[in-house]
């Protein structure tokens, strides 16, 4: 393919890596020209330093053979205005905008491919739901969750006391029994992601990635020794666009929620919009706020400022406070390793939340879910099996995979397997498969129809 990024901000950049790793045609449109400088020396692409809303530059691009538009600029303006330029003066097939302005994303005029806008991407949102899906199951872990199939994937901190420190794969499947298969699909380990193999030792303070269906999974943590905790009281630091929406989320279930700012007119219209909810205008780095308005008596700490060192702190310090359950708002991969060695239960990232649903949507259409691992260093692709699919009726031992990639998980009929060797495709199942970046575009070769 070949796609055109406006931006290359955090999320363009990861984006654009992804994309060139994958092998695709990529040209960036940058107008900061140091930032232009950097891309131009980082990145095996063309980068061009201008406007994005210039017919010229459109066309320097090569926009007229694009397959796909994505513009991730910081205005939602110019990424819609962007979009309607290329529908109205180009033929290309995709035009995605990211749009953060909650009113904009959600209104009813991007049902109807509004400025020609196929996809409309907000990180909040997307980061909102996530934390939302990680209360609902407890705050435990990270979790990706597959639709119509109860398989899940969650992450696990290994500690000094864990039962999976110094034992292979193949030696933790012999000795621990949660009622249901599981697979180890992934460790961090030491900033490097490793794709493991039934004789991977698993060493104190890898986070490790386990598959299995929920249930399966929720007995295994409980043998681990992470027990469910009751969720009745949730203290939200941080009332901006993903605190407020997460409130939103959460406020529904029926639980109790606490939120702080510091900033008076947020407080202000989170009274208005959520009257039962306690609303506390006030600093979290005030050491005495804890005490005196007894925030430790909360089940969940939930941190989603903009400030991801903030995050991390206030996670941490709430826990060790006698909070039993930390959520984290961070984005860059190597705090989510500190993160978890500081007891912090979850983080969520808008980054990758915003990466995973671009990237599932630019991708053709036998893919169903992507979900990014450790900034771009690995990810999780769901494959759906279609009736011209060269692997059906092929036994999983005669697929040819390229290293560094494993077939986790089978769907079929809502079901979820965990397969042995002989286990044989059929057309509409759904593959759970995972890889690491330089393996993902020989992966899909080996899934996708050409």
Same mark, same amino acid.
């Given at each position: 393919?070949?796609?055109? =990024?406006?931006?290359?901000?955090?999320? $363009?950049?990861? =984006?654009?890596? #992804?994309? !060139?790793?994958?092998?695709?045609?990529?040209?960036? +449109?940058?107008?900061? /020209?140091?930032?232009?400088?950097?891309?131009?020396?980082?990145?095996?692409?063309?980068? *061009?330093?201008?406007?994005?809303? %210039?017919?010229?530059?459109?066309?320097?691009?090569?926009?007229?053979?694009?397959?796909?538009?994505?513009?991730?600029?910081?205005?939602?303006?110019?990424?819609?205005?962007?979009?309607?330029?290329?529908? /109205?003066?180009?033929? &290309?097939?995709?035009?995605?905008?990211?749009?953060?302005?909650?009113?904009?994303?959600?209104?009813?005029?991007?049902?109807?491919?509004?400025?020609? !806008?196929?996809?409309?991407?907000?990180?909040?949102?997307?980061?909102?739901? #996530?934390?939302?899906?990680?209360?609902?199951?407890?705050?435990?872990?990270?979790?990706?969750?597959?639709?119509?199939?109860?398989?899940?994937?969650?992450?696990?901190?290994?500690?000094?006391?864990?039962?999976?420190?110094?034992?292979?794969?193949?030696?933790?499947?012999?000795?621990?029994?949660?009622?249901?298969?599981?697979?180890?699909?992934?460790?961090?380990?030491?900033?490097?992601?490793?794709?493991?193999? $039934?004789?991977?030792? +698993?060493?104190?303070?890898?986070?490790?990635?386990?598959?299995?269906?929920?249930?399966?999974?929720?007995?295994?943590?409980?043998?681990?020794?992470?027990?469910?905790? %009751?969720? #009745?009281? !949730?203290?939200?630091?941080?009332?901006?666009?993903?605190?407020?929406?997460?409130?939103?989320?959460?406020?529904?279930?029926?639980?109790?929620?606490?939120? =702080?700012?510091?900033?008076?007119?947020?407080?202000?219209?989170?009274?208005?919009?959520?009257?039962?909810?306690?609303?506390?205008?006030?600093?979290?780095?005030?050491?005495?706020?804890?005490?005196?308005?007894?925030?430790?008596?909360?089940?969940?700490?939930?941190?989603?400022?903009?400030?991801?060192?903030?995050?991390?702190?206030?996670?941490?310090?709430?826990?060790?406070?006698?909070?039993?359950?930390?959520?984290?708002?961070?984005?860059?991969?190597?705090?989510?390793?500190?993160?978890?060695?500081?007891? =912090?239960?979850?983080?969520?990232?808008?980054?990758?939340?915003?990466?995973?649903?671009?990237?599932?949507?630019?991708?053709?259409?036998?893919?169903?879910?992507?979900?990014?691992?450790?900034?771009?260093?690995?990810?999780?692709?769901?494959? %759906?099996?279609?009736?011209?699919?060269?692997?059906?009726? &092929?036994?999983?031992?005669? +697929?040819?995979?390229?290293?560094? /990639?494993?077939? *986790?998980?089978? &769907?079929?009929?809502?079901?979820?397997?965990?397969?042995?060797?002989?286990?044989?495709?059929?057309?509409?199942?759904?593959?759970?498969?995972?890889?690491?970046?330089?393996?993902? #575009?020989?992966?899909?070769?080996?899934?996708?129809?050409?």
């Amino acid at each position: 393919m070949k796609i055109v =990024i406006l931006g290359a901000g955090v999320v $363009g950049y990861q =984006i654009a890596t #992804q994309l !060139i790793t994958e092998g695709h045609n990529v040209v960036i +449109i940058e107008k900061d /020209s140091e930032r232009a400088r950097y891309l131009d020396s980082h990145l095996d692409c063309i980068v *061009l330093n201008d406007e994005g809303n %210039s017919f010229t530059t459109l066309k320097k691009a090569g926009i007229e053979k694009a397959d796909c538009f994505l513009s991730v600029v910081n205005s939602d303006e110019v990424n819609m205005i962007a979009c309607g330029i290329i529908e /109205s003066e180009f033929n &290309v097939p995709i035009k995605i905008a990211r749009v953060r302005n909650i009113d904009y994303s959600r209104a009813k005029i991007f049902e109807k491919s509004f400025l020609g !806008i196929d996809l409309v991407v907000n990180p909040e949102v997307e980061t909102a739901r #996530q934390i939302a899906n990680s209360v609902a199951l407890g705050a435990i872990s990270d979790v990706m969750i597959f639709e119509n199939s109860d398989v899940e994937i969650r992450n696990y901190q290994v500690n000094s006391k864990s039962f999976f420190k110094n034992r292979t794969l193949i030696d933790i499947r012999k000795i621990i029994n949660p009622g249901g298969k599981f697979l180890i699909a992934g460790v961090v380990r030491e900033n490097d992601f490793i794709i493991p193999s $039934g004789n991977t030792t +698993i060493l104190e303070d890898d986070i490790i990635y386990i598959i299995a269906s929920r249930k399966t999974l929720t007995r295994l943590f409980i043998e681990a020794g992470k027990k469910s905790v %009751s969720i #009745q009281k !949730i203290l939200i630091i941080g009332g901006g666009r993903i605190g407020f929406l997460a409130t939103r989320y959460l406020i529904r279930t029926g639980v109790k929620i606490t939120i =702080i700012d510091p900033n008076y007119e947020i407080c202000k219209t989170l009274t208005e919009k959520y009257p039962d909810a306690l609303i506390i205008n006030a600093d979290i780095s005030d050491e005495t706020i804890f005490e005196e308005e007894n925030l430790s008596a909360h089940d969940l700490i939930i941190t989603t400022t903009e400030n991801q060192e903030l995050n991390i702190l206030n996670a941490a310090y709430g826990k060790n406070m006698g909070i039993g359950r930390a959520i984290a708002v961070v984005n860059h991969p190597n705090y989510m390793v500190i993160s978890n060695k500081l007891g =912090i239960d979850v983080t969520v990232s808008p980054r990758d939340s915003t990466v995973n649903a671009i990237m599932k949507y630019i991708r053709k259409g036998e893919i169903r879910s992507v979900h990014t691992l450790f900034g771009v260093s690995a990810e999780v692709i769901e494959f %759906s099996i279609s009736d011209k699919s060269d692997i059906i009726g &092929v036994p999983l031992k005669d +697929i040819k995979i390229p290293p560094n /990639s494993l077939i *986790l998980t089978v &769907v079929r009929n809502k079901i979820n397997e965990i397969p042995d060797g002989n286990f044989v495709v059929l057309k509409g199942d759904r593959v759970i498969t995972i890889a690491k970046r330089e393996s993902i #575009q020989a992966l899909e070769k080996v899934f996708l129809l050409n």
